[in-house]
């Protein structure tokens, strides 16, 4: 009984520390949309070209940080097994 305990415990606590990368990893993107939004005037007077980058830039990372936390957990999973 309290090797099945200890057992719930670890997957738990494994489970949890996953869980707190992910939500890290999404710290960027929240950044990144933050800035946009907090400070419109400032932004507005770049140069559309700049639009540009900016725009694929933020698509990229919000493409990168969903597969980069997908393909970890994969990793963890295969550890595990």
Known sequence: MR????????M???AKQGAE?????????VGLGVLLAGIPDVIARFPA?????LIVAS????????TSALRGRRRR???RS
């Open 3 to 10: 090797a099945d305990v200890q057992s719930i415990q670890q």
């Open 12 to 14: 738990l606590d494994e």
């Open 49 to 53: 070209g700049l639009w540009w980058v």
């Open 21 to 29: 990368q992910t939500d890290a990893r999404a710290l960027p993107v």
């Open 77 to 79: 999973r295969a550890a």
């Open 59 to 66: 698509v990229g990372i919000g493409i990168w940080v969903p």
